[in-house]
């Protein structure tokens, strides 16, 4: 036996490793989708932190510590004692492109997906504290298996080490045409002016706040899905990943 190897102290636990992948950018841009698309074919786990914003805006809105105004201030406290209590894990729906939350043991429907639920995120997301209760939580999801990261600051800010990192974009413009055609796919009318409004106001506050904008880490892979389909953007991720040592 070498010196180095008897040094070693048998007792000290294991270190695993495991690898992992951040999508960021703003909504519509078909993140969600890729995301969902990798971490079934990886296995891994899939961390959708747009829901857990979504999930304190919502709550927010229900305790009336937000509401529609954005000029109206918010209770910082009031707010981040609601995030505290909130016990939020996510389960990958290997039938259909989404995941299941489950907020306090309770599965939560598609009832935070909607365009005023992201705006009550938004909200939300601006508060330091409120970023900080939630870091916890979403890196240790990146303790038990692979994982797959989607949302505006996890290659910047949750996981700056991740093995690959994907800024996912589009313009404004194809991004509200994207909304408008699921929204009268799903049988909903939908106006295209207040659509585009809405993303643009949402880009806006999520780019330029001060608390971890939304922004492409410096060692970011690119991607303008204006003109892509969902699968061009997918082979483009999963042959920047493999080539990142990301083996499917
Ligand atoms: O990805 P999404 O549309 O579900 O996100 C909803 C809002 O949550 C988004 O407008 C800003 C905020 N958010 C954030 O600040 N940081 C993240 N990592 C993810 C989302």
């Known amino acids: 036996m070498t010196d180095a190897m008897s040094a070693i102290d048998s007792s000290t636990p294991t270190k695993h490793y495991y690898p992992i992948i951040c999508i960021d950018g703003p909504s519509g841009a078909g993140k969600g989708t890729a995301a969902w698309r990798l971490a079934k074919d990886l296995e891994y786990q899939l961390l959708d932190s747009g829901a857990l914003y979504r999930i304190v805006g919502l709550k927010a809105f229900e305790a009336g510590?937000?509401?529609?105004?954005?000029?109206?201030?918010?209770?910082?406290?009031?707010?981040?004692?609601?995030?505290?209590?909130?016990?939020?894990?996510?389960?990958?729906?290997?039938?259909?492109?989404?995941?299941?939350?489950?907020?306090?043991?309770?599965?939560?429907?598609?009832?935070?997906?909607?365009?005023?639920?992201?705006?009550?995120?938004?909200?939300?997301?601006?508060?330091?504290?409120?970023?900080?209760?939630?870091?916890?939580?979403?890196?240790?999801?990146?303790?038990?298996?692979g994982l797959v990261a989607d949302g505006r600051d996890m290659g910047t800010v949750v996981f700056p080490n991740a093995d690959a990192k994907i800024f996912l974009s589009a313009s404004a413009e194809s991004r509200a045409k994207r909304r408008v055609a699921q929204l009268n796919t799903s049988g909903q009318q939908a106006d295209f002016d207040a659509i585009l409004n809405t993303i643009k106001a949402r880009d806006e506050r999520d780019e330029n706040r001060d608390a971890s904008p939304s922004k492409p880490a410096t060692d970011a892979l690119y991607i303008d899905s204006s003109t892509l389909d969902a699968d061009e953007v997918y082979q483009q991720i999963k042959a920047y990943c493999q080539g990142q040592g990301i083996c499917f």
Do not use: W
């Not at 995120?121 to 916890?136: D, G, H, I, N, T």
């Open 65 to 145: 510590l937000i509401s529609s105004d954005t000029t109206q201030p918010i209770d910082e406290a009031a707010l981040l004692a609601l995030t505290q209590d909130l016990h939020i894990a996510f389960e990958l729906n290997h039938e259909s492109v989404c995941i299941d939350i489950v907020v306090n043991g309770k599965i939560v429907g598609q009832k935070v997906r909607n365009e005023t639920v992201g705006g009550y995120a938004s909200q939300v997301a601006v508060f330091p504290s409120v970023r900080e209760a939630l870091l916890a939580l979403q890196q240790d999801m990146a303790t038990r298996s």
